[in-house]
């Protein structure tokens, strides 16, 4: 949540500034200092980022303008925790990013926040931290399935590159240590289930649903269950298609359900339904057929992967919504809650099978209106000032067991591997052959010497030369490998890659592309990964596969001077200072791009600024290990703790202020919206002088790439900062012009106040169609070394708002104003201690803020949601106004023939009270009634009868330093005296 802001206000006095010799600008200033609107309002704060709460009692589809993909959502009965009311848990996938496996919270599945995360790194490997040429882009851990059984939460995700599937457990899904339990194998799009008897199974399967039974104390898997049913099973269904993944099963009324995505041919994302009285179908069947029916229960608009939601009802029931989200690229995907009619035992989700969207739906969960308030202000986005106050979680203290650095051989380093590399040998050996390819020595034309191989007979896309290396290669060890490569007839151009196999699937150490006619070499690097067995190691050549097999799978080629030469070692191993806490608490809205090296980042080395330093130097040898054309990365990419936000749609701005003074040459660091696709505005230190622009990447991505020619600035885009040390930069994100794509604008200030725009939007970045990253774009700051490492800049804050400067809105700080008023009208009597700092705290930054001057609205909006947030959470704890405890009793009697009134007031309370009795027939005031005595009158009527009414009795107390007045009714019988 957000805590304590030091949002820095921008004083009201003149600046000096450096001057700075600024490039071609194809605007100038945009957005003059002062000049703010603001209006008279009461406190009405807007809902959050990430909010599509109308605070109306309705809410649009999808819920989240940000990316929470293959959500599974649990329900925890108010029966069963402490907060006594019915409480909703959600866990989506994250994939690369570190902490990962968010658990995101909420009391109305409409507004969410992020309370913990399931792991603060999936793997200490070399692939999961950006080492050594690997990396886990689009894959890590994938699909999450989050259920509460027992008093216990469980979690399953599988992992695509990191050892399979993972099945972890706590007591406390928001403050407890989660256990890792290894289930030893991959399972796609795990969903775990208990059954009414407890017994664990986790679904999974793409094309086929599958089971596996897990062993009673949770350990790792018992038994087999597969293809329970597949898409063959519903051939001709008109529902059924690709995809056929991310199960999860539910058992509702009698019936087993198993929600599916399907991608039929020709149509749309949807929803399938299954439902059987059995749970593994065909395995419980007399007659071993399928017992699942199925049911198309959603197609529209591409909703489709998620959960199943119970709400309780008042009279004992529940109401099953489906949570689902759709592609709404390049944001992400966006889950939207979706309700559904049930008839027959099977639900039509939306209205009629209809989700338009941004429809509307009413909210299925009704809140007091202070609780509907503080829901949406809570996001999965947050601005920050970095002031080192996040709450502490056990995730943050996660342990490792740092393994020992590994010995090499180095006898084996610096020379050449192969046998024969140049084949001057009489004969081939020890070269052999794969997959029913021919080699021989040819002398008729070779590179170089007196022959080459020449490679025949090949039918396959591996067909061709291999040797064993066995026990010759080195784990973490880097080769440089290369082939000269020359062929005549068929296509115009051949991929060709040098591999290596060591049983666990064809590993790719080089390649390229190769045209007809010509010698042409094939080089690149490799180090060999911690897990390959290299005591049975194959080194071959082979041309790309595909299905069918492309014509190069036939062609007939030579080759010579083959070579894989072992590196010196600067492999880097895992060390404990680059894992263990290291004093710094982020707020859970911050991932790391792959897991950080917490040697080089920190809170506390400046106070109030996030400081990120350079670990080492890029190397432009990281490829995509998920492509099989092992595509480079760019610089960018390969960059080590860059740290990101989600985006947040249809428009986002984000500022910062750097420090660059701590530069080195050769250093890029700056703000970045990101994907594999990316917009950037940085800060590049070369030759002693420091120049700011914008980098844009787009589609469509070579394999092979100029790392430094990609992360050049766009023309008209840069400006030389000069002796400048500080700058400010800001990110206009635009994701509705047009829908689907999204173009960024920079902007950059010395002072914060006159922004000046580099240059003209930049874009588009879309949808990266090879899924290489496989997520929304994301927001990010970074900093890398190209030359040196050692360097370091400083953050100063991150600043969000949903108002770009294009848009041509005056400031506005109206709503700023509202909640400075409203906060300062409170009492602090009304509220608990804690509670009341954490807003005064707030309250602290926003009148800074508000003391200064305001050159962009993120500015104003950043402390205004900061103090919003706190009065929003402050109306759900106030207290109850103090009650002067009073007993009143009004009783009627005849004294000769006149009717008298007795009115008694008992102070039941503890503090004296001044009491004053109101009836039709007087009034009386007793005061300082001490506690357990009581103020009394009888009133002559001065009649003989009376009619039934009431009396009014009044009682004032000072109760623990405030005046306090209750008011009491008491009613009294008729009376007729003669």
Not at 818 to 830: F, G, W
Request: aromatic content about 10%; proline content about 6%; overall charge negative.
């Amino acid at each position: 949540m957000p805590r304590k802001r030091r949002y820095a206000a921008i004083p009201r006095r003149s600046r000096t500034v450096p001057l700075a010799t600024v490039g071609v600008l194809l605007s100038a200033a945009l957005v003059p200092a002062g000049g703010v609107a603001s209006a008279a309002t009461a406190w009405s704060p807007k809902p959050s980022y990430t909010s599509t709460d109308k605070g109306d009692g309705t809410y649009t589809v999808p819920i989240t303008n940000a990316d929470v993909p293959d959500i599974s959502v649990e329900r925890v009965p108010a029966a069963e925790n402490k907060e006594h009311r019915d409480v909703y848990y959600m866990i989506s996938t994250t994939m690369h990013l570190s902490p990962g496996a968010p658990i995101m919270k909420s009391y109305d599945l409409v507004n969410w926040q992020i309370v913990n995360y399931v792991f603060d790194r999936a793997d200490i490997g070399d692939a999961f931290s950006l080492r050594n040429g690997q990396n886990s882009y689009g894959q890590g851990q994938w699909a999450s399935s989050l259920r509460y059984h027992d008093g216990k939460f469980y979690a399953v995700f599988n992992t695509n590159n990191l050892g399979g599937a993972y099945l972890y457990s706590t007591d406390d899904v928001e403050n407890g240590k989660w256990k890792r339990t290894p289930l030893g194998r991959g399972l796609h799009d795990p969903s775990l289930f208990f059954d009414d008897d407890g017994t664990a199974y986790i679904f999974y399967g793409s094309g086929n649903t599958s089971a596996v039974r897990l062993k009673s104390d949770m350990s790792g898997i018992d038994r087999d269950f597969p293809n329970i049913f597949t898409a063959g099973d519903y051939a001709g269904k008109p529902f059924i298609g690709g995809l056929f993944e991310g199960a999860q099963v539910f058992h509702i009324n009698g019936y087993y359900y198993v929600v599916i995505i399907t991608w039929p041919s020709g149509q749309g994302r949807q929803v399938v339904m299954f439902r059987s009285k059995d749970l593994l179908g065909r395995y419980t069947s007399a007659d071993g057929t399928n017992t699942y029916e199925a049911r198309g229960v959603l197609n529209s608009n591409g909703f489709a992967q998620g959960s199943l939601v119970p709400i309780s009802r008042e009279n004992g029931g529940t109401d099953w919504y489906g949570m689902f989200f759709r592609d709404n690229f390049p944001i992400g995907r966006t889950p939207a809650l979706i309700p559904a009619t049930w008839q027959d035992g099977w639900p039509t989700f939306g209205t009629n099978g209809v989700v338009p969207v941004g429809g509307a739906f009413p909210k299925p969960i009704t809140l007091s209106p202070a609780e509907e308030t503080f829901e949406q202000q809570k996001s999965i986005v947050a601005s920050d000032d970095f002031a080192n106050d996040a709450p502490h979680r056990p995730y943050m203290d996660e342990q490792w067991t740092i393994p020992q650095p590994p010995e090499y051989d180095d006898s084996l380093i610096g020379v050449e591997l192969l046998q024969n590399p140049g084949f001057e040998s009489a004969d081939v050996s020890p070269w052999g052959t794969q997959y029913g390819a021919t080699i021989s020595r040819d002398t008729t034309g070779p590179a170089a010497g007196s022959a080459a191989l020449k490679v025949s007979n090949r039918t396959l896309n591996g067909s061709g030369p291999n040797q064993n290396l066995n026990g010759k290669v080195q784990r973490g060890v880097t080769y440089t490998v290369s082939a000269k490569i020359k062929y005549t007839s068929g296509p115009s151009s051949i991929r060709f890659n040098l591999v290596a196999d060591w049983g666990a699937g064809v590993q790719t150490m080089a390649s390229g592309n190769v045209p007809a006619g010509q010698w042409t070499t094939v080089t690149g690097q490799y180090t060999i990964p911690a897990t390959a067995n290299v005591d049975n190691f194959k080194f071959a050549v082979e041309t790309p596969w595909a299905n069918p097999q492309p014509a190069s799978s036939s062609v007939e080629y030579l080759i010579d001077d083959v070579s894989v030469v072992g590196q010196p070692v600067t492999t880097e191993s895992p060390a404990e200072e680059e894992i263990a806490p290291n004093g710094s608490r982020l707020d859970p809205v911050w991932e790391w791009n792959h897991a950080p090296d917490n040697r080089y980042w920190s809170l506390t080395d400046r106070e109030g600024w996030l400081r990120l330093t350079t670990g080492k130097v890029v190397t432009g040898k990281y490829v995509y290990g998920k492509l099989s054309g092992r595509d480079e990365l760019t610089w960018f990419e390969e960059a080590r703790n860059t740290l990101s936000q989600r985006t947040f749609g249809p428009r986002q701005s984000v500022e910062t202020r750097m420090d660059i003074s701590g530069m080195k040459n050769g250093d890029v660091a700056g703000l970045a919206a990101y994907n594999r696709g990316f917009s950037y505005v940085a800060v590049k230190r070369v030759d002693g002088r420091n120049t700011l622009g914008v980098v844009n990447r787009g589609q469509p991505f070579a394999v092979d790439i100029d790392q430094a020619a990609v992360e050049n600035f766009v023309p008209g885009t840069t400006v030389s900062l000069g002796d400048a040390t500080q700058v400010y930069v800001k990110a206009d994100l635009d994701f509705s012009s047009p829908v689907g794509q999204l173009w960024t604008t920079f902007y950059y200030s010395l002072d914060g106040l006159q922004w000046t725009k580099l240059g003209d939007r930049v874009g588009p970045q879309t949808l990266d169609g090879s899924l290489s990253h496989f997520m929304g774009h994301r927001v990010g700051l970074f900093d890398y070394a190209t030359k040196e490492k050692g360097g370091h800049v400083d953050f100063d804050y991150y600043s969000l708002s949903d108002t770009l400067t294009a848009q041509n809105k005056p400031l506005d700080t109206s709503a700023l104003d509202a909640a400075i008023a409203y906060a300062e009208a409170l009492d602090e009597r009304d509220y608990p201690a804690g509670a009341w700092t954490a807003m005064r705290d707030a309250l602290a930054g926003a009148k800074a803020a508000r003391a200064g001057q305001f050159g962009s609205q993120n500015q104003i909006d950043a402390p205004e949601r900061a103090l919003s947030y706190q009065l929003a959470r402050l109306g759900t704890l106030k207290s109850a106004a103090p009650q002067v405890q009073l007993t009143v009793t009004a009783t009627t009697r005849c004294i000769g023939a006149s009717a008298y009134l007795a009115v008694t007031a008992v102070n039941d309370g503890d503090v004296p009270a001044t009491i004053e009795l109101n009836t039709p027939f007087g009034k009386k005031t007793v005061t300082d009634v001490a506690p357990g005595k009581q103020a009394y009158q009888s009133f002559n009527t001065r009649t003989a009868q009376i009619d039934a009414g009431k009396v009014t009795v009044t009682g004032t107390a000072t109760i623990d330093g405030k005046q306090a007045t209750s008011t009491y009714d008491a009613a009294y019988p008729a009376a007729g005296c003669r």
